[in-house]
């Protein structure tokens, strides 16, 4: 276990309404080895989303505790977690998240830019040479197709060279054809990186290409394969 | 302090998000800016002719000769002494004249300063002279050189002396008050005075002592006339003033102050309009950030750090704004300065640190207040949102952030008026009538949501997007408006009310006075008039004098205070029959005597000690029927009794008086003579640079060169000359003001336009056509224009109202001008900018559309 890159023990959500207490999740424990590519699939509803979150740190649990890397996550508050993530972590999201004002290069160099990397033009440039945008670089987004901003999205996780990288629905707004390319460039890409990957998808398709499948149902571990 | 920092913003300035925060702060700076580098150096000019006002150390000042034992003190204190003496007369050069303000000086002026003076015409070289003109000799102001058509070297006549005009006066170091209102000025020497005839008892003089010389010396002296106050024993002393800079200076810069609070308070309304604007463009900045703000949080950037971006670029924001602000309204102020350059005779310095001051902070105000509580949640935005992006903002409450709004604007208006009674009241005042406003729209709009039913498809669209967005409606309604209003009423003034005032004119109203006539030249001049078949009101004699005690008790400054009219020197008269135009209120007037009052004393009874007294100053200073009360003449002193109190009118453009004595009681004062004259200007007559005056002036100024001819018709062109100059400087601020409330308009669209823009597409999906989408939006703009152009003609209308009514006692005229222009610039200006800020939502494919707000 001590070679885990990200651990959950016994995680738990509740979440107050105005009428009741919600359980979306109870009593999560998992942990992923470095390198490891994982998708944790489930119904809708399930918290596959709401365990991403946990696990990227950009949350805290109810109970329970995760390590990132040695980190105790869920010991820390906001600020150092941040500290955490801009060290080790990277996103590709369901909606893209790419900034319409700016262009696909700036928006793959500006994580790195954040983080004061001098180098942050040059590894955007050739990141989006790998995605095959090397003739898109100075478009914004709104010209850019879907499956176009989903590859820039995937330049702009790798560039940053995360130790592990989260995906939330990564294919999850396009159709079949785009989504095959975008997770096949996904797990390329990944591969010649080492990063761990934790997907949270559907799709049974875009699951099975992971070397684990956990299916969480109700906010619980149903399965771990 | 990151160059990611800078690249950020620079990315956001260039994706159009920054364009209208930037746009309305350089406005409300350079509003600003311009107001206060325009009153600061107004104040400094006006401020540093009164440091060498008085060209001398002290001065002492009155409305009769300085008396002898004035004189020899100054000289026993060992001071240095000259003596001038002020006085309006006409200046003649053959067939043209002039009403000029005259200045005599003796050897020995100026004690302080230099003349500069010019010996050619375009004054090319200045001279410097430590001296006031020779003997025969005229320097006059370049204006009069136009005036009377003459040239350097030729000779004009003052009075009965032939002055020859030997060079043009530059500067002068006792200039005066900076207010041009009177006529060209001349500057003689004082040994010409007697030539001239001029000086006679009952004119209206202002004579100086000017005096120089060290410290203990000036105090002496000033501690002499104190006592002299004192014991008041010394009758002239009510007559004359001790003026040192420092005294002049405080008088001046009260003034001073209270105008320059008052073009800054009128710029706070552009900044009140800026600062909404700003709000609302934040708002939707803040919102764009948002997505931006959870990613780099998600990528690990800590809350302080981006509170650290943030503070930085909106002081990068802030700091350009400001600048370009500061530049643009350095220039603007020249604009203003254009402007009032007839009504301000002034030299003016460069401005203090002070317009600087006041132009950044603002700059800085207006981000910390409008800009900074919209986007203040930004750091507080949680990591999550990049997953969930349902999770609420943290935003900051609207009401708090009108709060914050409201109190850095009440920062503003104490820093502009120095009080803070008056920044809460104008600030009050303003949300009063935005309030009113949007009351008054609100029931409109109701109106117009009705009338939208039965209309055709555009027209109902259009109206009930106006109803359904009616807060951002009536935040718009309520900036055009309020500025439109003004705007109306300065127009208003500006071309009607002189008109409105000169057309209720009765029909008789005298087209000149004349004055400065002297007893026996009361009936040649009579005899002049009729030759020319020219009638005159009464003629009533003047002498200048003061009250100094009332029932024997003297008059304490505080009450003298209460009264503008009788607070210092004014003419008295006497008369035997009611004057034309006034009542007795109480009181009786005196019926009892026959006609003595045209300067032939026929008669050996002594006159009674009775005056008559204007109701109005009667009140103000508490005066009752049988008060006895003490005058000064001259430095002479009696008393008399009021038996009446008078109303005057005093529309009736006839001499009019606060005081009435019985008839005789003023002859031994040597009073000089005043009538007005009527019909002697025809209507046929051309006006303008092609004078033609009356032909009887012509013999008047000839034969009775000491008299003085006053035509109305000048005296009206140069108020209007005023007022026209006046509110053209405000309409300039007042049409920035504007431009303020268009970014409102554009601000308030961009609040909807994500919406819009939704909305407009899934019509254009659903097969509407372009036509009815134009239709529609134009529809709801011109409805919007025009409800705020009734809103600010109608307001306009009821200022005026007020304006005529009160102030120029005018019987009320609708102003149908302007309500057409009201309304037509209203749906105009309004319409054009909304189809304009709106030109993407109509012009973007619905599917882009769609794609961008997904």
Request: proline residues 4%; aromatic residues 8%; contains cysteine.
């Amino acid at each position: 276990m001590n070679d885990s890159i990200l651990r959950a023990e016994n995680v738990s959500k509740r979440v107050q309404t105005a009428e009741k207490q919600l359980t979306i999740l109870e009593g999560v424990s998992l942990a992923v080895p470095a390198g490891q590519s994982v998708a944790i699939i489930g119904p809708s509803g399930a918290g596959k989303s709401t365990l991403l979150g946990l696990l990227a740190g950009l949350d805290s649990p109810t109970d329970g505790k995760i390590w990132l890397a040695q980190h105790e996550i869920t010991a820390m508050d906001e600020e150092r977690r941040a500290a955490v993530r801009a060290e080790l972590v990277g996103f590709v999201f369901q909606t893209f998240q790419l900034l319409g004002s700016l262009t696909a290069l700036e928006n793959v160099s500006l994580p790195m830019e954040l983080a004061g990397e001098s180098d942050a033009q040059a590894r955007a440039i050739n990141y989006l040479e790998k995605v095959g945008l090397a003739a898109r670089l100075q478009h914004y987004p709104k010209q850019l197709s879907g499956g176009e901003q989903q590859r820039v999205a995937l330049a702009r996780a790798f560039a940053c060279e995360p130790k592990i990288l989260f995906a939330d629905e990564p294919t999850g707004n396009l159709d079949q054809a785009t989504g095959q390319k975008v997770s096949d460039l996904l797990f390329d890409l990944n591969e010649q990186s080492d990063a761990t990957l934790v997907l949270v998808t559907h799709e049974q398709r875009l699951a099975e290409r992971c070397q684990r499948v956990i299916t969480i149902d109700d906010g619980r571990v149903v399965a771990d394969q | 302090m990151r160059m990611i920092d800078l690249k950020l913003l620079w990315r956001d300035w260039r994706g159009g998000q920054l364009n209208l925060v930037v746009s309305a702060l350089v406005l409300a700076v350079m509003v600003v800016t311009a107001v206060s580098l325009f009153a600061d150096r107004v104040e400094r000019g006006l401020n540093q002719q009164i440091s060498s006002f008085l060209a001398a150390d002290l001065a002492l000042s009155g409305g009769i000769e300085i008396s002898d034992a004035y004189r020899q003190q100054a000289i026993t204190a060992g001071l240095d002494i000259a003596e001038t003496v002020r006085f309006r007369s006409m200046v003649f050069a053959g067939e043209r004249n002039h009403l000029a303000a005259v200045k005599a000086v003796d050897q020995a002026y100026p004690l302080r300063g230099e003349m500069e003076l010019s010996a050619t015409p375009m004054a090319e070289q200045v001279i410097k002279l430590a001296r006031g003109p020779q003997s025969g000799e005229a320097w006059v102001e370049s204006r009069l050189l136009n005036l009377l058509d003459i040239q350097l070297g030729d000779t004009v006549e003052v009075g009965y002396a032939q002055l020859k005009v030997t060079h043009l006066i530059v500067n002068e170091p006792d200039r005066g008050t900076g207010f041009s209102g009177t006529g060209a000025r001349l500057m003689m020497s004082t040994e010409d005075l007697a030539a001239s005839q001029l000086i006679r008892p009952g004119g209206r003089y202002s004579y100086r002592l000017l005096m120089r010389g060290d410290a203990p010396a000036i105090q002496a002296y000033t501690d002499w006339f104190e006592q002299q106050k004192e014991t008041a024993d010394v009758e002239s002393v009510p007559h004359y003033r001790l003026l040192t800079p420092e005294n002049a200076e405080e008088q001046l810069s009260e003034a001073l102050q209270r105008g320059r609070a008052f073009l800054l308070l009128s710029g706070t309304i552009g900044v009140l309009l800026a600062g909404l604007a700003m709000a609302l463009a934040s708002q939707r900045y803040a919102s764009r950030l948002t997505d931006q703000v959870a990613l780099m949080k998600a990528w690990g950037q800590s809350s302080a750090a981006i509170r650290r971006s943030q503070f930085f670029r909106l002081f990068i924001i802030a700091a350009v704004a400001t600048t370009i602000g500061i530049a643009l309204g350095w220039l603007a102020h020249y604009l203003l300065l254009e402007v009032v350059r007839g009504v301000l005779d002034v030299v003016l310095p460069l401005p203090g640190w002070r317009p600087w001051l006041v132009a950044t902070i603002t700059g800085f105000v207006c981000v910390l207040g409008f800009a900074l509580p919209a986007l203040w949640h930004l750091p507080r935005i949680e990591p999550l949102r990049v997953l969930r992006r349902d999770l609420p903002d943290t935003l900051i409450g609207q009401g708090r952030r009108l709060v914050i709004g409201i109190a850095a604007l009440l920062l503003l208006a104490y820093w502009y008026s120095g009080s803070i009674v008056v920044a809460a009241l104008f600030l009050a005042a303003l949300f009063a009538l935005f309030a009113v406003c949007a009351l008054i729209a609100m029931q409109i709009l109701r109106l117009v949501r009705g009338f939208g039913s039965w209309r055709g498809s555009y027209t109902r669209l259009g109206l009930a997007n106006l109803w359904r967005r009616r807060g951002q409606t009536l935040v718009q309604l309520v900036g055009f408006s309020t500025t439109l209003m003004l705007l109306l009423v300065v127009t208003g003034m500006r071309t009607n009310l002189i008109a409105e005032w000169e057309a209720q004119l009765p029909d008789n109203t005298p087209s000149h006075f004349l004055f400065n006539v002297a007893t026996p030249q009361v009936a040649p001049v009579k005899e002049l008039l009729d030759e020319h078949g020219v009638s005159t009101t009464d003629w009533y004699p003047m002498v200048r004098g003061r009250l100094v005690a009332i029932n024997g008790e003297a008059i304490s400054r505080e009450r003298m205070a209460r009264s503008d009219g009788l607070s210092r020197e004014v003419n008295f008269t006497q008369a035997d029959t009611l004057p034309e135009g006034n009542a007795i209120v109480q009181g009786e007037w005196w019926n009892d005597i026959e006609s003595k009052a045209d300067g032939n004393d026929e008669t050996n009874d002594v006159p009674r000690a009775e005056f008559s007294i204007e109701e109005e100053v009667a009140t103000e200073i508490g005066i009752v029927l049988g008060d006895e009360v003490e005058f000064s003449i001259g430095g002479l002193r009696f008393s008399a009794k009021v038996t009446s109190i008078r109303s005057v009118n005093w529309q009736s453009m006839t001499p009019n008086f606060y005081v009435v004595f019985y008839p005789g009681l003023l002859d031994k004062y040597s009073p000089n003579w005043i009538t007005a004259v009527r019909g002697a200007d025809s209507d046929s007559q051309n006006r303008g640079a092609l004078t033609q005056q009356a032909p009887f002036v012509q013999s008047m100024v000839n034969q009775f060169p000491t008299a003085v001819v006053l035509e109305l018709r000048d005296v009206i062109e140069r108020i209007r000359d005023v007022i026209n100059r006046v509110t053209q400087g405000l309409e300039l601020i007042l049409f920035a003001v504007l431009a303020c409330g268009g970014l409102v308009l554009f601000a308030a669209i961009g609040v909807s336009f994500d919406e819009r823009l939704r909305e407009n597409a899934i019509l254009r999906t659903l097969g509407s056509s372009r036509r009815i989408i134009v239709g529609a939006l134009t529809v709801e703009f011109a409805t919007l224009g025009l409800i705020a152009g009734l809103i600010a003609a109608c307001g306009a209308e009821i200022v005026l109202y007020f304006v005529q009514t009160n102030l120029f006692d005018l019987s009320p005229q609708w102003h149908w001008d302007l309500w057409l222009l009201g309304v037509v610039s209203g749906v105009g200006l309004i319409t054009v900018l909304g189809l304009l800020r709106s030109r993407p939502i109509i012009s973007t494919p619905p599917l882009e559309s769609l794609r961008q707000l997904a």
